[in-house]
C-alpha cells in the first residue's frame, strides 16, 4: 500500500473545517468527560471508541441528549453476537426524537421535509406540519386497535406521507416495514406476508420518468393476499378515490392531537427491513428503536457532519435501506429532501438539478450514477449552482477511482467525497465518511467510530494492506435484533456468524490500509480466485467499464467438476458498440495491465442486460448457480430480480456448455 509520506490525497481539511466540525467539538467534549484521548485526531478516537465501546455509547447517548424514560442499568449487559443486550432496562421512543426540533418555536416553521418530484419544483412540510400529522395519523392508528409490537407496512414512493406513516408507526410502538411501487405484488408478498401486517398505506400509482404507472390492480392483490389486514389507507397520488374498504389519507391525518409516544424498551422493534433475498425468501432483518437511534446519531450527527441548517438529499426508495437512513436525518434538526422519481429524468443530470433546487449540503447518490454521469459527458459544477454541496457520499457499490477524480474534477475541487459501506443488516455504514480526515482516490477514509473493523484471512488472522473478510469483532447497537421467523435464532447466526463464531462476517471483501483507510473490493461470496489470487468482481467492473464502449458488465468465477476454472466476463454494449475483436483485446489488455494477469476472462461474452436486485445491486451469485446447471426456479427467487427474463439469458449458456 502506498504511505501518506509520498503522495498528496485528493482531497485535505482545511483547519477551519475541522475545527468546526461536530465531530471534533465531540472528542473535545468526551475527552472531558468520559476520559477520551484529547489528541490524537480521529484515529485516536476510533481506538478509543472500540476499546471503551461501553463508554463510547453512553458518550454518544449523553452528546446527543438521548431521552431515556427510564434509566438503563448498564450499557452493555451481555456483549455476545450474536444476542448483545444494549442499555437493558431503559425505555425511548425514536419518533419523539425525530419530531424534537418541533419543540422549538425558533424551527418549528422551518422546514423538515422538501418533497421533490420530476418537475423538480421543492414543496416544503413545516416541522410543527409533519408533527402534526404524526399525531393525528398515531391517534388514528391506536383506534384501529393498532398496539405495541404489531407490524404497518407501506406500499409506496419516496413521499412525504410514508415519512409520516413510518413516524406514526413509530411512536404508537408498532413495527414498520416498507416496499417500493416498482415492486411487483409477488416480491411484496414475499416480504410482507412473513411478517403479518395489521395496516396497509398505498398509493395508487406513482410517477417515473415521465409516465404514470397505476397500481391499482396490485394493491388489490395485495389486499387479497394480506389476510391479517384491519385497515388500508389510500393516498391518491394519481388522483384516484379512495377504493371501498380503505381509508383516505387526507381523513386519517386531519385531526390536530398532541402526538403521544409510546416508551418502549431500548431493543423494541423499530423496522423490518429485508436481504436482497435472491435465493430463498428474503431475510426479514429486525432492528431496535434504541440501537437504530443511537447507530444513527452517531452516523448522521458525527461521520456526516449534519445537524440545523443542513438539507440531506440521498437518492433511494422505500426498499432499500438508504431511505430509513435519510429519514433518519429528522434526528439532528436537518431538512431531508425527498425525490420522488427517476434519477435520470429528464436528462442524467436530474440529481444535481434538484441538489440545486434544494440547497443540499449532503448529496447522497449511487457510484453507478456517478459513472453514468461521467460517460453521458454531464458537467455537474459547470451547468448546476453546487455551492452549498460540502460532501457528496456515494454508496451502493465502490466508487471506482475514476468516480473520484470525475467528482473532483466536474462537481468541485474542493469537495469531500465519502465513499461509504455497511449494509441492510446494520441499517449503517461499516465505513466511510469522515469530515476531518483526507480523501484518498479509491479509498474508504475510515472505519466507522464504535465499530471494530478488521480484515481477516481464512484462518481469523488481522490483516493489514492485504485483501482479507470483513469482519466486525464487537456488537454494534443496530445490529439485528433477530430475523423474523426464526424462533431459535439459527438463520440468523448462519448469515454472519458461521465462519467465525462469536464474530461478525460481512460477506465483503476488504483492504485495510496502514493509513487505516478502507478499500472495498466486493462480495466475497463471489471472489475470483484464479490460481490462489483472489480479486473482488468490483476491481473488474472498475477497468472493464472505464472503456466507453461498455455500459455494464458481469464477472463470474466458477469452479468446474474437473478442477478446472472458467471465468466469463459478461458485457452490456452501450448503444452503437459492437464486440469485434480489437474490443475485446482492449478489455483483456486493460484487465491485464491494471490488475492482473491472471484475471483476464477466459471469455467475453455479449449479454442483453445485466441482471440486478430490486435495490440495483448486480447479480452475481445467482447467476453462478446457473451456469453450474441449477434450475432457474432454485437458483433465484424470481420476485428479487428487476428483469427474470434476463436470467433465462445464462441458463441458455449454461444449457449449450453442457
Given at each position: 500500500m502506498t504511505s501518506a509520506a509520498n503522495h498528496a490525497p485528493l482531497w485535505q481539511p482545511d483547519p477551519d473545517r475541522i475545527a468546526a466540525a461536530r465531530i471534533t467539538r465531540f472528542q473535545a467534549w468526551a475527552a472531558e468527560h468520559h476520559g477520551a484521548p484529547a489528541e490524537g485526531g480521529y484515529q485516536a478516537l476510533h481506538r478509543w471508541s472500540v476499546q471503551e465501546l461501553e463508554t463510547f455509547w453512553q458518550a454518544v447517548a449523553e452528546w446527543f441528549e438521548i431521552r431515556f424514560s427510564t434509566p438503563y442499568a448498564q450499557v452493555l449487559g451481555d456483549r455476545s453476537m450474536p444476542g448483545a443486550q444494549w442499555f437493558p432496562g431503559a425505555t425511548l421512543n425514536y419518533a419523539e426524537h425525530a419530531l424534537r426540533t418541533a419543540e422549538d418555536p425558533a424551527r418549528a416553521h422551518d422546514p423538515?421535509?422538501?418533497?421533490?418530484?420530476?418537475?423538480?419544483?421543492?414543496?416544503?412540510?413545516?416541522?410543527?406540519?409533519?408533527?402534526?400529522?404524526?399525531?393525528?395519523?398515531?391517534?388514528?392508528?391506536?383506534?384501529?386497535?393498532v398496539r405495541p409490537g404489531d407490524r404497518v407496512s407501506g406500499y409506496l414512493p419516496n413521499i412525504p406521507q410514508a415519512v409520516t406513516a413510518f413516524l406514526a408507526t413509530a411512536a404508537v410502538g408498532a413495527v414498520w416495514t416498507s416496499c417500493a411501487p416498482d415492486f411487483g405484488a409477488r416480491s411484496?408478498?414475499?416480504?410482507?406476508?412473513?411478517?403479518?401486517?395489521?395496516?396497509?398505506?398505498?398509493?395508487?400509482?406513482?410517477?417515473?420518468?415521465?409516465?404514470?404507472?397505476?397500481?391499482?390492480?396490485?394493491?388489490?392483490?395485495?389486499?387479497?393476499?394480506?389476510?391479517?389486514?384491519?385497515?388500508?389507507?389510500?393516498?391518491?397520488?394519481?388522483?384516484?378515490?379512495?377504493?371501498?374498504?380503505?381509508?383516505?389519507?387526507?381523513?386519517?391525518?386531519a385531526g390536530d392531537t398532541e402526538p403521544v409516544f409510546e416508551q418502549v424498551p431500548f431493543d423494541h422493534p423499530l423496522w423490518?427491513?429485508?436481504?436482497?433475498?435472491?435465493?430463498?425468501?428474503?431475510?426479514?432483518?429486525?432492528?431496535?428503536?434504541?440501537?437504530?437511534?443511537?447507530?444513527?446519531?452517531?452516523?448522521?450527527?458525527?461521520?456526516?457532519d449534519l445537524g440545523p441548517g443542513d438539507r440531506f438529499f440521498w437518492y433511494t426508495s422505500t426498499g432499500w435501506m438508504m431511505w430509513n437512513f435519510l429519514v433518519s436525518g429528522l434526528l439532528t434538526g436537518t431538512t431531508v429532501v425527498l425525490y420522488d422519481g427517476s434519477p435520470g429524468y429528464p436528462d442524467t443530470g436530474a440529481q444535481w438539478r434538484v441538489a440545486e433546487r434544494t440547497g443540499a449540503t449532503l448529496f447522497g447518490t449511487s457510484a453507478a450514477y456517478v459513472m453514468a454521469c461521467a460517460k453521458a459527458d454531464v458537467h455537474p459544477g459547470r451547468d448546476f449552482d453546487l455551492s452549498r454541496v460540502k460532501c457528496v457520499a456515494t454508496t451502493g457499490s465502490p466508487l471506482p477511482p475514476d468516480g473520484f477524480r470525475w467528482l473532483h474534477d466536474e462537481v468541485a475541487d474542493d469537495l469531500w467525497i465519502a465513499s461509504v459501506s455497511g449494509g441492510t443488516d446494520v441499517c449503517s455504514c461499516f465505513a466511510g465518511a469522515v469530515p476531518t480526515l483526507p480523501v484518498e482516490i479509491g479509498e474508504l477514509q475510515a472505519a466507522c467510530l464504535g465499530t471494530d473493523l478488521r480484515s481477516w484471512d481464512p484462518e481469523g488472522k488481522p490483516v493489514v494492506g492485504e485483501v482479507g473478510e470483513l469482519v466486525v469483532t464487537n456488537p454494534m447497537p443496530s445490529m439485528p435484533i433477530r430475523f423474523w421467523n426464526d424462533p431459535d435464532g439459527s438463520r440468523y447466526r448462519d448469515s454472519y456468524f458461521e465462519m467465525y463464531p462469536g464474530v461478525w462476517r460481512h460477506g465483503d471483501w476488504i483492504t485495510i490500509t496502514d493509513r487505516g483507510s478502507v478499500i472495498i473490493h466486493g462480495r466475497s461470496d463471489s471472489t475470483l480466485n484464479r490460481q490462489g489470487v483472489r480479486m473482488g468482481s468490483a476491481d473488474i467492473y472498475e477497468v472493464v467499464e472505464r472503456l466507453p464502449e461498455i455500459r455494464e458488465s458481469l464477472v463470474i468465477g466458477l469452479e468446474e467438476p474437473d478442477g478446472g476454472y472458467w471465468m466469463p466476463l459478461f458485457v452490456h454494449l452501450a448503444e452503437g458498440a459492437a464486440l469485434d475483436d480489437g474490443l475485446r483485446a482492449r478489455i483483456k489488455q486493460s484487465i491485464r495491465e491494471n490488475l492482473s494477469p491472471r484475471h483476464v476472462p477466459d471469455d467475453i461474452i455479449e449479454v442483453p442486460g445485466v441482471p440486478h436486485t430490486l435495490t440495483g445491486k448486480r447479480i452475481e451469485v445467482p447467476v453462478k448457480r446457473l451456469l453450474q446447471g441449477t434450475p432457474l426456479a432454485k437458483a433465484v427467487n424470481p420476485g428479487s430480480v428487476d428483469n427474470l427474463e434476463l436470467l433465462a439469458f445464462y441458463e441458455d449458456i449454461a444449457r449449450n456448455r453442457t
Open positions: 423538515a421535509l422538501l418533497h421533490v418530484d420530476e418537475t423538480h419544483e421543492p414543496v416544503p412540510i413545516s416541522w410543527s406540519e409533519l408533527r402534526r400529522q404524526v399525531g393525528a395519523l398515531a391517534a388514528e392508528l391506536r383506534a384501529l386497535g411484496v408478498l414475499d416480504r410482507f406476508q412473513q411478517v403479518e401486517p395489521v395496516v396497509l398505506f398505498t398509493v395508487d400509482g406513482y410517477r417515473y420518468g415521465g409516465k404514470e404507472h397505476d397500481r391499482t390492480g396490485t394493491v388489490a392483490e395485495l389486499r387479497r393476499e394480506l389476510p391479517t389486514l384491519r385497515a388500508v389507507v389510500h393516498i391518491p397520488l394519481l388522483g384516484t378515490e379512495a377504493p371501498e374498504g380503505t381509508l383516505d389519507w387526507s381523513a386519517v391525518t423490518v427491513l429485508y436481504s436482497s433475498g435472491t435465493t430463498g425468501l428474503p431475510k426479514a432483518i429486525v432492528q431496535s428503536q434504541g440501537g437504530i437511534l443511537l447507530e444513527h446519531f452517531k452516523q448522521i450527527g458525527l461521520h456526516c
